[in-house]
Nanobody, 125 residues
């Protein structure tokens, strides 16, 4: 069973930056789509960014130009660099990955098989 462990969350003022990391127990990111989701209180879980075959990236409109998703397959690590943070970015952030061989990146959480435990990001105004 693949395990994902996140780190890097915290509290920051608006305009600041944070970098999230997600280490996988195996070479998950070499063989499937991986993504970052977030969930704010009272809201549905939404996909923030995803990275597919050959490093192709997809971003939610709300974070385009501010967030960057990346991965280091040698370190089995997925990253999310978050710049120019806004109070509306406050949420629990989750990393997720699909089963080996599944390179398409759906926006719906139900299609992702492996999840991290979540890390809190709080942005104050």
């Amino acid at each position: 069973q693949v395990q994902l462990v996140e780190s890097g969350g915290g509290s920051v003022q608006a305009g600041g930056s944070l970098k999230l990391s997600c280490v996988a127990s195996g070479n998950t990111y070499s063989g499937a789509c991986a993504a970052w989701f977030r969930q704010a209180p009272g809201k549905e879980r939404e996909r923030v960014a995803a990275i597919g075959l050959r490093g192709s990236a997809i971003y939610a409109d709300s974070v385009t130009g501010r967030f960057t998703i990346g991965k280091d397959t040698a370190k089995n690590t997925l990253y999310l660099q978050m710049n120019s943070l806004k109070p509306e970015d406050t949420a629990i952030y989750y990393c997720a990955a699909r089963r080996w061989g599944l390179w398409d990146c759906p926006s719906e959480a139900v299609y992702f098989d492996y999840w991290g435990q979540g890390t809190q990001v709080a942005v104050s105004s």
